[in-house]
C-alpha cells in the first residue's frame, strides 16, 4: 500500500464521530480497495445521506483533508444466518453427553436453554453478539428468529415481542438487518404434533402473516428487510408451506425466504420415507425456489439436486463452522459453483462469530475432502480469499434482499478497514493481507474499522458498546444458567 497517504493507527484523527451522527464525512480514499471485479488502487468512495454509495473511482487522487483509510478496504460480509440466542451456550455444549453426540443430541441441550430465555435477556445477547459480529467482519445480518412465544407457550402480550428485542439489538449496534420470523408448527415430516421443548416456537400461518404485518413498520422505520422463514420441511406441512409463501408475497413480493434444508442425514432418510422424494427434491418440486430463497445447510443432496438448486437462483446459506460443530456433513462446494450456484456464510449456533474464519473452514473443509489446495480459486480470482469474499458478499446481499452486494455505486457503504498495521499483514500487497486476514492472523484481530451504511461503528478493531454490551451478556447468561 502507499505509506505516504495511509494514516497509521496512531495519527489518523478519526474525525468521524462515534456512531456516525452530525458531521460524518461522506468520503473515503483506500490505497487498495476490492471492487466487484477485483482489487483497484487509489479508490475514493463517496456516499449520500442515506449511506449509498453514489461514486467508487479508481485511479483517483486523495481529495485535500479527506478521510484516508490505514489500510486496504474490503467489503463488509452480511452474515445470511443467525440464531442469536444461541451465541449464550456456545461452548456449553462440549462435553459427552451420550454415547454418540449428534446434532440431535445437541438439539435437547438447547431446547432446555431456549425454555428459559426472556426478552431482557434476549435483547442483551443480541447486543453483545452484533457488537461481536461487526468487530469480525460482518456488517449485516438474517436473524432466523423462532422463538416466538413465553416460557409456557403463550403469546406475549404484544405477540412481536422477541422480534422486536432483535430489531432493538441491531439498531443500537448499528449492524443491517434482515428480519425471518420464523414458522414452525410439526416435530416431524407428516404432521407429528410439536413436542414440549418446541412450545415457544409453534404458531399457525395466519398467526405468522399478522405478526409479520405488525413487524412491517418497525422494520421499515430502521431500513431493515423483512422475510420469512419456513424452519424446515420437517418444521412446516405442505399446505402451511403454500399458504405462507402466499401471505408473504401479498405483503412483499420480492420478500427473501429462507429454509432448513437436508442439514442431517436423518432429516434426509425421513423425508424420503414420507414423500418418496429427498427433502431439496421436494422443496424444488412443490415450491417457487427462485432467487429469493436461501436454502440453509444444503448439505446433502445428491448430484441432480446440486444441479437444479444451483439452477433455481436459490442462494446455498453455508455455515461451515456451525456445521464442523454439529458434525453435519460437508457441502460439495465446488459441485455447486460448477452449476453457478450462488452462496454466502452465516454464523448460524455461533460457536464462531468470525466472517474470515467461515471462509477458512469452508476452504479447509474442502481441501482436506479433495486433497487439493486452493479449492475456492478461481482463473480469474486466483487468490483464494480475494475470490471467496466476493462471492460470499454477493450471495449474501442476495439473500438478505439488501443493497449489501460491495463497494459499487448504488450498494449500501458496507466495508471493512484491515489492520495494515497487524503482524500477519505488515508490509505484504493488498490481495496478500486479506490472505493473511482470512488463513493466517486468527485470535488477534487483523481489522480496524468497521463502517456500515457510511458510518463508522467499530473503530482501532472495537464497537462503541464493546464494554457495556459485554457485561449485559455475562449478566444475561448468568441469569439463564442459574434459574
Ligand atoms: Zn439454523
Known amino acids: 500500500m502507499n505509506t505516504t497517504t495511509a494514516l497509521s493507527k496512531a495519527d489518523s484523527p478519526r474525525p468521524n464521530p462515534l456512531p456516525g451522527g452530525e458531521g460524518a464525512r461522506q468520503t473515503l480514499f ?13 479508490v475514493l468512495l463517496t456516499w449520500n445521506d442515506a449511506g449509498q454509495l453514489t461514486q467508487v473511482q479508481s485511479a483517483a487522487q486523495s481529495p485535500a483533508g479527506a478521510q484516508v483509510a490505514t489500510g486496504p478496504v474490503i467489503p463488509g460480509m452480511p452474515n445470511l444466518h443467525s440464531h442469536a440466542f444461541q451465541r449464550a451456550f456456545a461452548g ?14 445437541w438439539r435437547t441441550l438447547m431446547y432446555r436453554f431456549a425454555a428459559r430465555l426472556g426478552p431482557q435477556h434476549m435483547e442483551a445477547i443480541a447486543t453483545w453478539l452484533y457488537a461481536e459480529m461487526l468487530e ?29 428485542a432483535l430489531l432493538r439489538a441491531a439498531q443500537k449496534t448499528g449492524i443491517g438487518f434482515t428480519l425471518l420470523p420464523v414458522l414452525y408448527q410439526t416435530s416431524g415430516f407428516g404432521d407429528q404434533p410439536p413436542n414440549e421443548g418446541q412450545r415457544r416456537f409453534v404458531r399457525s400461518t395466519e398467526s405468522m402473516l399478522r405478526l409479520l404485518e405488525a413487524l412491517k413498520p418497525a422494520c421499515d422505520a430502521q431500513g431493515a428487510r423483512l422475510g420469512m422463514a419456513p424452519h424446515s420441511l420437517r418444521a412446516v406441512p405442505p399446505e402451511a408451506l403454500r399458504d405462507a409463501v ?16 437436508a442439514e442431517q442425514t436423518k432429516e434426509v432418510d425421513d423425508c424420503i420415507e414420507w414423500s418418496g422424494l429427498r427433502p431439496v427434491e421436494w422443496l424444488l418440486d412443490h415450491a417457487p425456489v427462485d432467487a429469493r430463497w436461501c436454502l440453509v445447510h444444503a448439505t ?37 459453483r460448477s452449476h453457478g450456484g450462488a452462496w454466502g456464510v452465516g454464523s448460524d449456533s455461533h460457536a464462531s462469530v468470525n466472517a474470515a474464519e467461515e471462509l477458512l473452514m469452508l476452504e479447509y473443509s474442502q481441501r482436506l475432502a479433495k486433497r487439493q ?5 478461481s482463473a480469474a480470482q486466483p487468490h483464494v480469499a480475494t475470490a471467496l469474499t466476493l462471492e460470499a458478499v454477493q450471495g449474501g446481499a442476495q439473500a438478505s434482499g439488501r443493497a449489501v452486494g460491495g463497494l459499487a455505486v448504488g450498494q449500501q457503504a458496507d466495508f471493512v478497514v484491515l489492520d495494515a498495521a497487524h503482524v500477519a499483514l505488515q508490509g505484504l500487497p493488498a490481495p496478500d493481507m486479506l490472505s493473511a486476514h482470512v488463513f493466517a492472523s486468527h485470535r488477534t ?25 459485554a457485561s449485559a451478556f455475562v449478566a444475561a447468561r448468568t441469569q439463564l444458567l442459574k434459574d
Open 246 to 261: 402466499a401471505g408473504l408475497e401479498a405483503i412483499d413480493r420480492t420478500a427473501p425466504i429462507h429454509i432448513h434444508i
Open 373 to 377: 489446495r486452493n479449492v475456492g480459486a
Open 300 to 336: 446433502h443432496m445428491n448430484d441432480a439436486e446440486y444441479e437444479y438448486a444451483a439452477k433455481s437462483g436459490a442462494v446455498a446459506g453455508l455455515c461451515p463452522t456451525t456445521e464442523a460443530n454439529l458434525g453435519d456433513g460437508i457441502f460439495d462446494f465446488s459441485k455447486w
Open 30 to 42: 483506500a490505497a487498495d480497495a476490492l471492487l466487484p471485479a477485483g482489487w483497484a488502487k487509489n
Open 136 to 164: 469480525a467482519g460482518y456488517t449485516s445480518v438474517c436473524e432466523f428468529q423462532y422463538v416466538h412465544h413465553d416460557a409456557d407457550g403463550r403469546p406475549y402480550a404484544d405477540d412481536a415481542t422477541l422480534s422486536l
Open 445 to 469: 484481530s487483523a481489522i480496524d474499522a468497521v463502517w456500515v451504511a457510511g458510518r463508522e461503528r467499530v473503530s482501532a478493531g472495537r464497537h462503541t458498546l464493546h464494554d457495556e454490551s
Open 92 to 105: 456449553l455444549t462440549e462435553h459427552r453427553a451420550e454415547q454418540h453426540d449428534s446434532f440431535w443430541s
